[in-house]
């Protein structure tokens, strides 16, 4: 099993920066991509920035230019860096971890807030 633990959320300013960040534990064996979703009230959860095997990323269209998600391989860590922030970035921030495309697992989520 796996677990992943998130913290960096909070509230900020409009034009801050945060930084997210994803800690894993357990049989980590097999993870292949990692990545970050966020879920707003009453909108559906979607994908903000995945991390893959071998390196490659992708982001939301919303995010590109303002978001970056990296890995620390030796932590076992991913994180995001949230620069230029706006009150639509307002969500719940989900950590997420696939291990060979058979089993997802899920971060309790941290709360993100932009003030305008």
């Known amino acids: 099993q796996v677990q992943l633990v998130e913290s960096g959320g909070g509230l900020v300013q409009a034009g801050g920066s945060l930084r997210l960040s994803c800690a894993a534990s357990?049989?980590?064996?097999?993870?292949?991509?990692m990545g970050w979703y966020r879920q707003a009230p009453g909108k559906q959860r979607e994908l903000v920035a995945a991390?893959?095997?071998?390196?490659?990323?992708h982001y939301a269209d919303s995010v590109k230019g303002r978001f970056t998600i990296s890995r620390d391989s030796a932590k076992n860590s991913v994180y995001l860096q949230m620069n230029s922030l706006k009150p639509e970035d307002t969500a719940v921030y989900y950590c997420?971890?696939?291990?060979?495309?058979?089993?997802?697992?899920w971060g309790q989520g941290t709360q993100v807030t932009v003030s305008s």
């Open positions: 991390i893959f095997s071998g390196g490659s990323t």
């Open positions: 997420n971890a696939d291990q060979a495309g058979v089993r997802e697992y």
């Open positions: 357990g049989s980590i064996l097999g993870i292949n991509a």
